[in-house]
């Protein structure tokens, strides 16, 4: 995009110009679910402030590379790569996640399954490469239980420094989302954007306290804003 920024305050202001028009993305979101044979409604009360936050950070920016925790059914992965391939640049999305086949209180079985679904169905294979394993280490016990899958998948990615943004909506204990942030930091082009983007920030209270606490160590180094409304997130940028 010719007029791609790195700046915090433009992408913040992009992201809310483009609530205006939430409602289409969400209905875009929603079928290239309804083509996979899931009819998915996406909760505009919430989930799509967070889903269109990312899509225009994605495409209003330079970011390319993305590393992610916590796949999921892919909503947000997904969201990033229909803004990459709408910029028609190359660029990739790291996604992480154990792959329970049952995660919270939902009972929508093998999310992930679900995802990769997706995700072939709409030809988005060359955009997102799904890793299974913890991030760091498995924390997250009061939410699921704990797969047997390969840890420090997150080190192991950050070693490529190539990372324009990290989004973190994996293990939402303090010591996960913590350790991701750490971690996460050490995947950063230090050339890119440094974006590192948290999910629930209001509604997790062990969420808020790690970035609190993360937040207090790099005060020198790092560009914060938060968005307060239902389950919240923060985007913070290194500089
Ligand atoms: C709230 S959901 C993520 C929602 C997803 N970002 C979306 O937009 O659809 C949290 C996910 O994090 C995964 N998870 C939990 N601990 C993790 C870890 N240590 N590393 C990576 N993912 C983890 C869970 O299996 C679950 O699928």
Redesign the pocket.
Same mark, same amino acid.
């Given at each position: 995009m010719s007029n791609a920024t790195c700046d915090l305050n433009e992408i913040c202001k992009s992201i809310n110009a483009a609530w205006k028009d939430s409602s289409s993305f969400k209905r875009e979101l929603e079928l290239v679910y309804a083509n996979a044979g899931y009819r998915w409604e996406i909760d505009s009360s919430d989930q799509i402030y967070?889903?269109s936050a990312l899509h225009t950070i994605v495409l209003s920016s330079s970011i390319r590379y993305i590393i992610?925790?916590?796949?999921?059914?892919?909503?947000?992965?997904i969201?990033m790569a229909l803004a990459l391939r709408k910029k028609g640049v190359t660029g990739r999305i790291d996604t992480? #996640?154990?792959?329970?086949p049952l995660?919270?209180q939902e009972v929508i079985s093998d999310?992930?399954g679900i995802?990769k679904k997706v995700v072939r169905n709409c030809g988005l294979e060359d955009l997102i490469k799904f890793h299974k394993?913890?991030?760091?280490?498995?924390?997250?016990d009061g939410?699921?239980d704990l797969p047997e899958a390969p840890h420090f998948?997150?080190n192991q990615l950050a070693s490529d420094r190539r990372a324009d943004m990290i989004?973190v909506?994996?293990?939402?204990s303090f010591e996960?989302t913590y350790w #991701?942030l750490e971690v996460g930091l050490t995947a950063l082009n230090p050339n890119g954007a440094k974006i590192m983007f948290v999910?629930?920030y209001v509604s997790i209270s062990e969420v808020a306290d790690a970035v609190n606490t993360w937040k207090k160590k790099y005060s020198n180094r790092i560009d914060f804003r938060s968005h307060k409304k239902k389950n919240g997130y923060v985007i913070i940028q290194v500089i």
């Open positions: 967070f889903l992610q925790t916590g796949t999921h059914a892919g909503f947000s992965a969201s992480i #996640d154990p792959e329970p995660y919270g999310p992930v995802a394993g913890y991030s760091v280490k498995p924390w997250d939410r699921m998948v997150l989004l909506d994996g293990d939402h996960g #991701d999910h629930d």
